[in-house]
């Protein structure tokens, strides 16, 4: 695809906000969709980016999500913080419980947050990076809908469940990494197919179990977790911690409540935030500072740190605006049309 054109983030920000009001999503939902959509796209995270919209409208049209839900803090005053999504986008949650999950955690040390029966369709390096710059370390997961074998099985049970981790750091951005713990997400299956691209042999099997580099037969298949049987542990440990724990659906409950994978994953979410001061107190040493010492010592190896290609991706989109091909500016103007 060539990049034919450039927009700027706040131009594109109000171009899909007015996609999702116009199909009648609440306001502060449609903003807070956009921003994280966007800045998938800033970040040239593609598989999280505009290519999303659609998804989101496929949900609403199927009536599988709630437009108006205003997300709602439960009541408590331990660790444990709760947000009821009812049934909405995920994102608004996030964005309404953030501040009570940073006060939390700076007074309790570390602290939880759980969002209840919410639509998680972004990239979850969005919610880490945002507690990384209040100083916090964080992990974020979820499960998503059956579409993963285990490892050494062939038919899909895990989700994609990704997994996100951010560290607080002294210069501009934090420490990031995030990830499916199926070897890509799903959504990359899917611009393959759509870009009429076969898939890297080890992503998939079709459904007859046998490998393959179709992406059509690969959505129709299972996808392979990361790593084997350790990605396949993480994806599960995941189907325990952000599901079974909390009561919520796990990927398979997801899967059949959704009727399969064509329709965003409804289900819930757990973000687990650490003030590293308070852990380190005691010790007299900087956790910042010891971290740094480690970047260091792996960027001296020449390696690069997870993030370092968005980050990169973002200034270049703050500076020169975010590229898109004419395709995508005609799928943009089509959303709007709907
Ligand atoms: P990638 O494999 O593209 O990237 C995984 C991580 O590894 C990124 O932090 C990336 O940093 C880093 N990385 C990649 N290459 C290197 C390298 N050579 N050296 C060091 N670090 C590297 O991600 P996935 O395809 O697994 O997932 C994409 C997105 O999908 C994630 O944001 C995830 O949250 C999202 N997702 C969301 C789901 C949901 O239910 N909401 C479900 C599944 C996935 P960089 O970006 O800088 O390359
Ligand atoms: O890309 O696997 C994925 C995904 C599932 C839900 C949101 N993203």
Not at 74 to 81: D, K, Q
Not at 220 to 233: E, N, R
Not at 245 to 267: D, I, K, Q, V
Request: aromatic fraction near 8%; proline fraction near 6%.
């Amino acid at each position: 695809m060539t990049q034919a054109r450039t927009i700027s983030i706040a131009d594109l920000e109000t171009k899909v906000t007015g996609i999702f009001a116009q199909a009648g999503i609440r306001p502060e939902t449609a903003q807070a969709m956009s921003r994280v959509i966007v800045a998938g796209e800033r970040d040239n995270c593609k598989s999280h980016g505009i290519y999303r919209i659609e998804g989101c409208l496929r949900v609403l049209k199927a009536g599988k999500v709630v437009p108006d839900a205003v997300p709602r803090l439960l009541e408590g005053a331990g660790p444990i913080l709760q947000i009821d999504a009812a049934g909405g986008f995920a994102c608004p949650a996030f964005e309404e419980a953030k501040t009570a999950l940073v006060d939390r955690t700076r007074s309790f040390g570390l602290a939880a947050l759980v969002i209840r029966d919410c639509l998680h369709f972004s990239a979850l390096w969005y919610e880490v990076e945002e507690l990384a710059r209040e100083g916090l370390a964080a992990l974020s997961m979820c499960p998503s809908y059956s579409s993963v074998a285990p490892s050494g099985g062939a038919a899909p049970l895990l989700g994609t469940n990704p997994f996100a981790f951010a560290y607080p750091r002294k210069g501009p951005h934090p420490y990031v990494f995030d990830f499916a713990t199926s070897v890509v997400a799903r959504g990359e299956i899917e611009l393959h197919r759509r870009a009429g691209k076969p898939i890297p042999e080890g992503w998939a099997i079709d459904a007859s179990g046998k490998p393959t580099t179709d992406a059509a037969e690969a959505l129709g298949g299972a996808m392979l977790p990361f790593g084997g049987h350790k990605g396949s542990a993480i994806s599960t440990m995941i189907e325990l911690m952000a599901g079974a724990m909390l009561g919520e659906f796990m990927s398979a409950e997801a899967y059949a409540f959704m009727g399969g994978t064509n329709l965003l994953p409804r289900h819930g979410a757990l973000i687990l935030a650490f003030d590293p001061a308070r852990f380190a107190a005691q010790t007299g040493r900087d956790p910042i500072a010891e971290g740094e010492r480690l970047f260091t010592a792996i960027a001296d190896q020449g390696a690069r740190l997870p993030s370092q290609r968005r980050f990169a991706a973002r200034a270049r989109a703050e500076a020169e605006g975010i590229a898109l091909t004419e395709a995508e500016f005609r799928q943009l103007d089509r959303l709007a049309e709907l």
